[in-house]
């Protein structure tokens, strides 16, 4: 049975009579009693009792009514749902994130929960290096990286413009100090984040190149333990700006400037290239590019294009990457 059979059924049943249903719906009388045929060979059941003149149902008739009223109700719930779905008065946006990049999710989020505020949003943590696989495997639509993984497989926006940040209680003796070299750090105590990640590699890479030792000797496992933990005065931390920002304003930490560890970084969105992006998804994304028009740097909104990929105005855009 399908769905136009049950209306067709249900119209007889409300109207009590083949030719009123046939009116009912612009058809002809002997349509009718051919779908109403159909129906009973599908369910194996006669319907409506022919020797009565009334159109009443049969047993199997009234049990099979109150199914069909309750599928096309269900029907047009979800025919509900998805307009809502389309207009943005439901939907649920999923984003990976470590928690780094987490920090620049918040005031995206903020904007975008004032302009979809019946949109619910899920940020789920998710190790750098895994989250790629986990965009692959559709844990989430939408990830933020530090870093551009294959694109070949993913579209990359470029979205936020961060630096690394040498940090000291104001107390340290380095704190009054206008610019340090790399190598007035050699006997620092250094507090280090213990998850391996590439800007981890690039800070012993640059400390080897300049001979100069890095004594991690503290490893914790979240950046909100260094700072506090750098606030009490023990050692210094490298950290991305973006994270220590605040504390930076309120002037619990300060910042130490040093040329050799002027390391920019760029963290971007990413999702699968070939992804049809949910309305939701989308509305994120259009979020994000107001959001840079209005806050300007370190904000901003650029898509960035795969080797063998024309420019955006010489190449049809994939479905669902409309944003």
Same mark, same amino acid.
């Given at each position: 049975?399908?769905l136009?059979?049950?209306?067709?059924?249900? $119209?007889?049943?409300?109207?009590?009579?083949?030719?009123r249903?046939?009116?009912?719906l612009?058809?002809?009388?002997?349509?009718?009693s051919?779908?109403?045929?159909?129906?009973?060979?599908?369910?194996?059941?006669? !319907?409506?009792?022919?020797?009565?003149?009334?159109?009443?149902?049969?047993?199997?008739?009234?049990?099979?009514? +109150?199914?069909? @009223?309750?599928?096309l109700?269900?029907?047009?719930?979800?025919?509900?749902?998805?307009?809502?779905?389309?207009?943005?008065?439901r939907?649920?946006?999923?984003?990976?994130? *470590?928690?780094?990049?987490?920090?620049?999710?918040?005031?995206?989020? +903020?904007?975008?929960?004032?302009?979809f505020?019946?949109?619910?949003?899920t940020? /789920?943590?998710?190790?750098?290096?895994?989250?790629?696989?986990?965009l692959?495997?559709?844990?989430f639509?939408?990830?933020? @990286?530090?870093?551009?993984?294959?694109?070949?497989?993913?579209?990359?926006?470029?979205?936020?413009?961060?630096?690394? $940040? !040498?940090? $000291?209680s104001?107390?340290?003796?380095?704190a009054?100090?206008?610019r340090?070299?790399?190598? +007035?750090?050699?006997?620092?105590?250094?507090?280090?984040? *213990?998850v391996?990640?590439?800007?981890?590699?690039r800070?012993?890479?640059?400390?080897?190149?300049?001979?100069?030792p890095?004594?991690?000797?503290?490893?914790?496992?979240?950046?909100?333990?260094?700072?506090?933990?750098?606030?009490?005065? *023990?050692?210094?931390? !490298?950290?991305? /700006?973006?994270t220590?920002?605040?504390?930076?304003?309120?002037?619990?930490?300060?910042?130490?400037?040093v +040329?050799? @560890?002027?390391?920019?970084?760029?963290?971007?969105?990413?999702?699968?290239?070939?992804a049809?992006?949910?309305?939701?998804?989308?509305?994120?994304?259009?979020?994000?590019?107001?959001l840079? /028009?209005?806050?300007?740097?370190?904000?901003?909104?650029?898509?960035?294009?795969?080797? *063998?990929?024309?420019?955006?105005?010489?190449?049809?855009?994939a479905?669902?990457?409309?944003?």
């Amino acid at each position: 049975m399908d769905l136009n059979q049950l209306e067709t059924f249900l $119209a007889v049943a409300e109207e009590r009579s083949f030719s009123r249903a046939a009116v009912r719906l612009h058809r002809t009388q002997p349509a009718i009693s051919q779908v109403i045929r159909k129906l009973e060979q599908s369910v194996g059941e006669t !319907l409506f009792d022919r020797a009565a003149r009334d159109g009443s149902l049969t047993a199997a008739g009234v049990l099979l009514r +109150d199914y069909a @009223l309750r599928l096309l109700a269900l029907r047009r719930e979800a025919a509900s749902a998805l307009g809502e779905l389309k207009s943005l008065e439901r939907g649920h946006l999923h984003v990976g994130a *470590n928690e780094y990049t987490c920090m620049y999710l918040l005031p995206a989020i +903020d904007a975008f929960r004032r302009s979809f505020p019946h949109i619910a949003v899920t940020v /789920h943590r998710t190790l750098a290096s895994q989250l790629p696989e986990e965009l692959a495997r559709r844990s989430f639509e939408l990830g933020v @990286l530090s870093f551009r993984p294959d694109p070949e497989q993913f579209r990359t926006i470029a979205v936020y413009g961060d630096s690394l $940040a !040498l940090i $000291a209680s104001p107390a340290h003796p380095l704190a009054r100090a206008p610019r340090v070299s790399i190598r +007035d750090l050699g006997n620092e105590v250094f507090i280090a984040h *213990n998850v391996a990640s590439p800007l981890r590699s690039r800070v012993i890479e640059t400390f080897e190149r300049y001979r100069t030792p890095l004594n991690m000797e503290i490893e914790l496992p979240t950046i909100e333990a260094i700072k506090l933990f750098v606030a009490m005065g *023990n050692g210094l931390a !490298l950290a991305p /700006h973006l994270t220590v920002a605040r504390e930076l304003e309120t002037g619990a930490l300060v910042r130490v400037p040093v +040329d050799e @560890l002027e390391i920019q970084r760029v963290l971007r969105l990413v999702h699968r290239r070939q992804a049809m992006l949910s309305y939701a998804a989308r509305a994120f994304l259009r979020t994000l590019r107001k959001l840079a /028009h209005q806050q300007g740097p370190p904000f901003y909104f650029q898509v960035e294009k795969a080797g *063998n990929e024309r420019t955006r105005e010489q190449r049809k855009r994939a479905p669902g990457t409309r944003y």
